[in-house]
């Protein structure tokens, strides 16, 4: 509908009734930067742009702030940062996407607004029946609040041939929380049930004659690059290696090392921008490697085949605390044109939930047995095997 719009067009006539310090929070600094400081609607209208230029005494894109002719001053604010705004004294305050910030955000701000007689609009798509939620639900019996729910039945906000291929592309639970505002719990996870598809870390045994591949998702800027072994024979997945902050010439080395390790087992690995030249060196070594490219198709495919492996039981996880909070964070999202996307909040890693993507890629239907392992050792290695079980 257009609620971040309808919300921010409206500030500069409050910040105009009253001189004060207003905040308009997302649940990000990069967030409030993208989507409202930098941001536009639909037809291309800049948010900034709802602020006529006869009342704007001064913008500081550093600190996006805007200061009136009046003295009124608005600031764009990460929902993380908000140890920054502790002791001010805000008289109006936005919460947008409140539903992905951390309850103590409003718990801070609250006490504020009630000595200084302030307000505050929170306005969010469901995420199960969270704090937003409890804060909804309290609203609704105080009349003191103004509440709305506005589903895509009431608002008709978009067109019905595209609801259409909303419903055809995305599952029933995710349509309804994205589109008609239903508080389904865990409606956009994309892996449930993770913690009963993992095995006792320190259960794990090494098989010297076991087949295996191995996923390698490399370090982009504050990433870790991270290696996963899954093992064919059994389909568990081993203990994670992951490591950050080291050169290329030290991480080719620790991926050659696992190739051995790992009984020359294909090395699935991405290949995507700084990835191509390690590949390349790689390749050139004689290490087993099938490239991975990532775009907007390829990481959704790779990561909905891990999430039927999961929910099908088929595949055994380690107890890793690390690598099951990256799986249970994982959400359904829908981007600025309406397309489905998997993404994990902005304050988390996904790098080992990608590196055990990647080594469960192209895995055969069902465990290769020890009859299939000799006839591979009598063709002549590991890479033999996958047209025989439609894995590359």
Same mark, same amino acid.
């Given at each position: 509908?257009?609620?971040?719009?309808?919300?921010?067009?409206?500030?500069? +006539?409050?910040?105009?009734?009253?001189?004060?310090?207003?905040?308009?929070?997302?649940?990000?600094?990069?967030?409030?930067?993208?989507?409202?400081?930098?941001?536009?609607?639909?037809?291309?209208?800049?948010?900034?742009?709802?602020?006529?230029?006869?009342?704007?005494?001064?913008?500081?894109?550093?600190?996006?702030?805007?200061?009136?002719?009046?003295?009124?001053?608005?600031?764009?604010?990460?929902?993380?940062?908000?140890?920054?705004?502790?002791?001010?004294?805000?008289?109006?305050?936005?919460?947008?996407?409140? &539903?992905?910030?951390?309850?103590?955000?409003?718990?801070?701000?609250?006490?504020?607004?009630?000595?200084?007689?302030?307000?505050?609009?929170?306005?969010? /798509?469901?995420?199960?029946?969270?704090? !937003?939620?409890?804060?909804?639900?309290?609203?609704?019996?105080?009349?003191?609040?103004?509440?709305?729910?506005?589903?895509?039945? +009431? /608002?008709?906000?978009?067109?019905?041939?595209?609801?259409?291929?909303?419903?055809?592309?995305?599952?029933?639970?995710?349509?309804?929380?994205?589109?008609?505002?239903?508080?389904?719990?865990?409606?956009?996870?994309?892996?449930?049930?993770?913690?009963?598809?993992?095995?006792?870390? !320190?259960?794990?045994?090494?098989? #010297?004659?076991?087949?295996?591949?191995?996923?390698?998702?490399?370090?982009?800027?504050? #990433?870790? /690059?991270?290696?996963?072994?899954?093992?064919?024979?059994?389909?568990?997945?081993?203990?994670?290696?992951?490591?950050?902050?080291?050169?290329? %010439?030290?991480?080719?080395?620790?991926? $050659?090392?696992?190739?051995?390790?790992?009984? +020359? *087992?294909?090395?699935?690995?991405?290949? %995507?921008?700084?990835? /191509?030249?390690?590949?390349?060196?790689?390749?050139?070594?004689?290490?087993?490697?099938?490239?991975?490219?990532?775009?907007?198709?390829?990481?959704?495919?790779?990561?909905?085949?891990?999430?039927?492996?999961?929910?099908?039981? +088929?595949?055994?996880?380690?107890?890793?605390?690390?690598?099951?909070?990256?799986?249970?964070?994982?959400?359904?999202?829908?981007?600025?044109? *309406?397309?489905?996307?998997?993404?994990?909040? $902005?304050?988390?890693?996904?790098?080992?939930?990608?590196?055990?993507?990647?080594?469960?890629?192209?895995?055969?239907?069902?465990?290769?047995?020890?009859? &299939?392992?000799?006839?591979?050792?009598?063709?002549?290695?590991?890479?033999?095997?996958?047209?025989?079980?439609?894995?590359?």
């Amino acid at each position: 509908m257009g609620k971040d719009k309808m919300i921010f067009s409206n500030l500069p +006539k409050k910040m105009m009734e009253r001189v004060g310090t207003y905040f308009y929070f997302l649940p990000t600094y990069n967030q409030a930067r993208k989507v409202i400081w930098n941001g536009a609607d639909k037809d291309g209208f800049r948010f900034l742009d709802h602020f006529p230029k006869e009342i704007v005494k001064n913008i500081n894109q550093t600190e996006m702030m805007i200061t009136l002719m009046n003295g009124s001053i608005l600031q764009l604010i990460g929902a993380e940062n908000i140890d920054r705004v502790v002791g001010t004294n805000p008289v109006g305050v936005v919460f947008s996407e409140y &539903s992905l910030m951390k309850p103590e955000v409003w718990n801070l701000i609250s006490p504020i607004l009630a000595e200084n007689g302030g307000w505050a609009v929170f306005v969010y /798509t469901p995420r199960g029946q969270n704090h !937003a939620y409890e804060l909804l639900k309290n609203a609704e019996k105080n009349p003191k609040w103004f509440v709305e729910v506005l589903p895509v039945s +009431k /608002t008709q906000a978009v067109p019905e041939v595209d609801l259409l291929e909303q419903k055809m592309t995305m599952s029933s639970a995710l349509y309804l929380q994205e589109y008609e505002c239903d508080f389904t719990e865990n409606a956009s996870a994309v892996f449930k049930n993770v913690r009963s598809r993992t095995y006792p870390l !320190a259960s794990y045994e090494h098989k #010297d004659m076991g087949l295996y591949q191995v996923g390698v998702d490399l370090a982009k800027a504050n #990433d870790y /690059t991270v290696l996963t072994p899954f093992n064919l024979t059994t389909f568990q997945v081993g203990p994670q290696d992951s490591f950050n902050l080291i050169d290329y %010439t030290l991480q080719k080395a620790k991926i $050659e090392a696992a190739f051995y390790r790992h009984n +020359k *087992g294909r090395i699935i690995m991405d290949a %995507t921008g700084v990835g /191509t030249p390690v590949v390349d060196d790689l390749l050139n070594k004689g290490i087993n490697i099938a490239p991975f490219t990532f775009t907007y198709n390829s990481r959704n495919e790779l990561l909905v085949n891990l999430q039927i492996l999961l929910e099908q039981d +088929k595949i055994k996880i380690p107890d890793d605390p690390e690598l099951i909070e990256q799986l249970e964070a994982a959400v359904w999202d829908l981007t600025a044109n *309406g397309r489905t996307r998997i993404t994990v909040p $902005e304050d988390k890693h996904d790098d080992r939930m990608m590196s055990l993507a990647l080594a469960v890629w192209d895995i055969p239907p069902r465990p290769v047995t020890q009859h &299939s392992m000799t006839k591979i050792v009598q063709a002549g290695g590991v890479q033999s095997m996958y047209p025989e079980f439609g894995i590359g």
